[in-house]
């Protein structure tokens, strides 16, 4: 476990520049010689804290230490809660768990308050105090994340991560959010969630920007490496730590070299290669070497081991197990020494908050004692005042009871009306669609009796051909005879079905045969009620949406309703004389993701904007008295709630309406 938290420690900081060329540590070191005042002195000491952070923990400390006074001499309150918050990521990276923690929540304190903006210095271009207070915030809950994979505490662990990570988005950290991706890559490894871990993988590869190769992605390759590893991928976890390699040597950077040296030494014992494995294992010692990393000299030491073990060299393969399990012996001691401590330091901290709790509660119990008292004779007065009004409360109660009876059967009785009145609107348009077919019935059957006179008479003549030809003729006619009959027999189910109770149940039903239905008949219904009426109708239906479970019945009122309205609206403008004026109503299904949207649109004169919250409201209605319920865009907008959607207007006065029915199937 520990090694995976040191690996994130060294690699996903934002501030690790460990192989810096020694000219840069000239310079650093020149900076602060030739410091001219508090603030360029401070700005130094923190360059070569940063600098020395993964190679030299105790430099690293020292110059913290000295900047981090001056940052509160200053009053620059975000640059303090960027020291503090440097200093618990070093104090992590060593295994000092209780002083990381008290670091962190010093600077934790300093970057949740948003008065600490008020104190900043030297801001990049184009960033503000919020952003940078936030950015520092994004970094310390990454670096306390770090700190809880430590010390086994994985659900902290990742919620740390993913608060730091939802930090980042706002400001628009990538580099950042990268580094937050690999480390819940690594998280979820640890938890045994290889797919997951796996994910954020390769989102932090996806997110690499084009030819710029960063400090980390090596440590990325590592991760995809390990999943594959224990995944039993060999091949691509072998693939992964050669590109991780490269990367890091190319980068210079010692540890994520050392720990890709480790990794390589690992899989190929795997691959039962174990000349391969001493070779990367001895270039993984050198480099832990060279940069002080014990845990990291103890894992080669152990892969030191199982390879002589492989080629039989067991004096060799015991003398390196016993380095490794002296070294890992003193690791693991001070390792549960600042481990306990921690678990010390958190205990403190809960008896701290429960004394606190006591306290208020005991001060709650002393006001509750107070207010009881206080309040007793008021009750006792009160309770005199209740008896006797107690018989005057259950008759009214009674009688509110039944008013809300009565109401609730005022209520059925006005949706039933609304219902027959829909029923009304369609009756004349559902009358024109029925005479259609039936004119047809009516005409085939002339016709066909007339064929079979003639039949007759060609059979008695003895023209077979022609009689026969002729029965074709009649037979064509009896199918189209049928085909009508069932379009009629259709259009009276249609108004059955619209006619009875839903019974509630979602049923597969084509949405643009069932728009198309209703927007004749509603258009034909209108026309028996004002002949000289005329609008152009324009449709344009997705037929990709298929077939969808609605209640028919139910989605089919809405649709007469918003139809009937619009047709309603560009009448009414029409009938205003207006010069130029065509009526146009429009109609179009479309399906959006996991939406369906029906759209009826009018270019009427539109609903004014004093009334427009109030639409949706039963009984509110612009029509004349007698014209409408004022219940139909009401009962309209419950229906298409109940089916999970929603309903809404896009409205201009004197231009027209658009009403939106948005469904999830």
């Given at each position: 476990?520990?090694?995976?938290?040191?690996?994130?420690?060294l690699?996903?900081s934002?501030?690790?520049n460990a192989?810096?060329?020694?000219?840069?540590?000239a310079?650093?070191?020149?900076?602060?010689?030739n410091?001219?005042?508090?603030t360029?002195?401070?700005?130094?000491?923190f360059?070569?804290?940063?600098?020395y952070?993964?190679?030299n923990?105790?430099?690293a400390l020292?110059?913290l230490a000295l900047?981090?006074?001056i940052s509160?001499k200053?009053?620059?309150?975000?640059?303090?809660?960027?020291i503090?918050?440097n200093?618990?990521?070093v104090?992590?990276?060593?295994?000092?768990y209780?002083?990381?923690?008290e670091?962190?929540l010093k600077s934790?304190?300093?970057?949740e308050?948003?008065?600490?903006?008020?104190y900043?210095?030297?801001?990049?271009s184009?960033?503000?105090?919020?952003?940078?207070?936030?950015?520092?915030?994004a970094?310390l809950?990454?670096t306390m994340?770090?700190l809880?994979?430590a010390?086994?505490?994985?659900?902290k662990?990742?919620?740390?991560y993913?608060?730091?990570k939802?930090i980042?988005e706002?400001t628009q950290k990538a580099g950042?959010i990268?580094?937050?991706n690999?480390?819940?890559g690594?998280a979820?490894f640890?938890?045994?969630?290889l797919?997951?871990?796996?994910?954020?993988?390769q989102i932090a590869?996806?997110s690499l920007p084009?030819?710029?190769i960063?400090?980390?992605t090596?440590?990325i390759?590592g991760?995809v490496?390990?999943i594959?590893?224990k995944?039993?991928?060999y091949?691509?976890?072998?693939n992964a730590?050669k590109?991780?390699?490269?990367?890091?040597t190319?980068?210079?950077?010692?540890?994520?070299?050392?720990?890709s040296?480790i990794?390589l030494s690992?899989?190929?014992?795997?691959?039962?290669k174990?000349?391969?494995?001493?070779?990367y294992a001895y270039k993984g010692?050198?480099?832990?070497k060279?940069?002080g990393i014990?845990?990291?000299?103890?894992?080669v030491?152990?892969?030191?081991?199982s390879?002589?073990s492989?080629l039989?060299?067991t004096?060799?393969?015991?003398?390196y197990?016993k380095?490794?399990?002296s070294?890992?012996d003193s690791?693991?001691?001070?390792?549960?020494?600042?481990?306990?401590?921690y678990?010390?330091?958190?205990f403190?901290e809960?008896?701290?908050?429960?004394e606190?709790?006591e306290?208020?509660a005991?001060y709650?119990n002393?006001?509750?004692?107070?207010?009881?008292?206080?309040s007793?004779?008021?009750?006792l007065v009160?309770?005199f005042?209740?008896f006797?009004n107690n018989r005057h409360?259950q008759?009214?109660k009674?009688?509110i009871?039944?008013a809300?009876?009565?109401?609730?059967s005022?209520?059925?009785q006005l949706i039933?009306?609304?219902?027959m009145a829909?029923?009304?609107?369609l009756?004349?348009?559902?009358?024109?669609e029925?005479?259609n077919p039936?004119?047809?019935?009516?005409?085939f059957s002339e016709?066909?009796?007339?064929?079979?006179?003639?039949?007759?008479?060609?059979?008695q003549?003895?023209?077979?051909k022609d009689a026969?030809e002729?029965?074709?003729?009649?037979?064509q006619n009896?199918?189209k005879?049928?085909?009508?009959?069932?379009?009629?027999d259709?259009i009276v189910?249609g108004?059955l079905?619209h006619?009875?109770?839903s019974?509630?149940v979602?049923?597969?039903?084509?949405?643009?045969?069932?728009c198309?239905?209703y927007?004749?008949?509603s258009?034909h219904?209108?026309?028996?009620k004002?002949?000289?009426?005329?609008?152009?109708?324009?449709t344009d239906f997705?037929?990709?949406?298929?077939?969808?479970?609605?209640?028919p019945q139910?989605?089919g009122?809405?649709?007469?309703n918003l139809l009937t309205?619009a047709?309603?609206?560009?009448n009414?403008?029409?009938n205003s004389?207006i010069e130029?004026?065509?009526p146009?109503?429009?109609?179009?299904t479309k399906?959006i993701?996991?939406?369906?949207?029906i759209k009826?649109?009018d270019n009427?004169?539109g609903?004014?904007?004093k009334v427009?919250?109030?639409?949706f409201?039963?009984?509110f209605?612009?029509?004349p008295?007698?014209?409408?319920?004022?219940?139909g865009l009401?009962l309209?907008?419950?229906i298409?709630?109940?089916?999970?959607g929603?309903?809404k207007?896009?409205?201009?006065e004197?231009e027209g309406?658009?009403f939106?029915?948005?469904?999830?199937?």
């Amino acid at each position: 476990m520990k090694q995976f938290i040191v690996f994130l420690l060294l690699l996903s900081s934002a501030y690790v520049n460990a192989q810096a060329p020694k000219d840069q540590l000239a310079k650093l070191h020149s900076a602060l010689e030739n410091a001219a005042n508090d603030t360029i002195r401070m700005d130094a000491y923190f360059n070569l804290a940063i600098h020395y952070n993964a190679t030299n923990n105790d430099s690293a400390l020292y110059y913290l230490a000295l900047c981090l006074p001056i940052s509160q001499k200053l009053n620059l309150k975000l640059i303090e809660a960027h020291i503090l918050e440097n200093k618990g990521y070093v104090l992590t990276g060593i295994g000092n768990y209780p002083k990381a923690l008290e670091s962190f929540l010093k600077s934790q304190k300093i970057a949740e308050d948003p008065a600490s903006e008020k104190y900043v210095w030297n801001l990049p271009s184009g960033q503000t105090p919020r952003e940078a207070r936030l950015q520092t915030l994004a970094y310390l809950y990454q670096t306390m994340g770090h700190l809880y994979g430590a010390t086994n505490n994985p659900d902290k662990q990742i919620a740390s991560y993913l608060k730091s990570k939802e930090i980042a988005e706002s400001t628009q950290k990538a580099g950042l959010i990268r580094t937050i991706n690999m480390n819940l890559g690594w998280a979820y490894f640890n938890l045994n969630r290889l797919d997951t871990a796996l994910l954020y993988a390769q989102i932090a590869l996806d997110s690499l920007p084009k030819n710029d190769i960063g400090k980390y992605t090596g440590g990325i390759y590592g991760l995809v490496g390990t999943i594959y590893q224990k995944k039993g991928n060999y091949k691509k976890a072998l693939n992964a730590y050669k590109t991780g390699l490269e990367l890091n040597t190319e980068q210079n950077n010692l540890y994520g070299l050392s720990r890709s040296c480790i990794s390589l030494s690992r899989i190929y014992l795997l691959l039962n290669k174990p000349d391969s494995s001493l070779f990367y294992a001895y270039k993984g010692l050198k480099t832990c070497k060279i940069a002080g990393i014990l845990d990291g000299m103890a894992d080669v030491y152990n892969s030191l081991s199982s390879a002589y073990s492989k080629l039989n060299k067991t004096d060799s393969a015991f003398a390196y197990l016993k380095l490794a399990s002296s070294l890992s012996d003193s690791l693991n001691v001070v390792e549960r020494k600042n481990l306990t401590s921690y678990q010390n330091l958190g205990f403190d901290e809960q008896i701290r908050l429960r004394e606190l709790e006591e306290e208020k509660a005991s001060y709650q119990n002393k006001i509750r004692t107070n207010t009881l008292m206080g309040s007793l004779f008021t009750l006792l007065v009160i309770a005199f005042f209740l008896f006797r009004n107690n018989r005057h409360k259950q008759k009214a109660k009674q009688r509110i009871e039944a008013a809300y009876d009565q109401l609730k059967s005022t209520q059925s009785q006005l949706i039933q009306s609304e219902k027959m009145a829909s029923l009304g609107e369609l009756t004349a348009g559902i009358a024109h669609e029925i005479q259609n077919p039936l004119n047809f019935v009516n005409n085939f059957s002339e016709v066909s009796n007339e064929l079979i006179d003639e039949m007759i008479d060609e059979f008695q003549k003895g023209n077979n051909k022609d009689a026969f030809e002729i029965a074709d003729d009649i037979k064509q006619n009896l199918e189209k005879i049928n085909h009508h009959g069932k379009r009629a027999d259709a259009i009276v189910k249609g108004m059955l079905q619209h006619s009875r109770s839903s019974s509630g149940v979602k049923e597969a039903t084509d949405i643009n045969a069932l728009c198309d239905e209703y927007l004749r008949l509603s258009y034909h219904g209108l026309r028996a009620k004002d002949k000289d009426f005329k609008a152009t109708i324009k449709t344009d239906f997705d037929y990709s949406i298929g077939i969808i479970n609605i209640i028919p019945q139910n989605i089919g009122r809405v649709v007469l309703n918003l139809l009937t309205n619009a047709f309603y609206a560009v009448n009414e403008k029409k009938n205003s004389n207006i010069e130029g004026y065509e009526p146009v109503v429009s109609m179009s299904t479309k399906k959006i993701a996991d939406k369906v949207e029906i759209k009826v649109a009018d270019n009427g004169n539109g609903i004014p904007q004093k009334v427009l919250d109030k639409i949706f409201q039963p009984f509110f209605t612009t029509k004349p008295t007698g014209q409408g319920t004022g219940l139909g865009l009401s009962l309209s907008y419950d229906i298409i709630k109940a089916h999970g959607g929603e309903l809404k207007v896009v409205t201009l006065e004197n231009e027209g309406s658009e009403f939106i029915i948005s469904i999830h199937v």
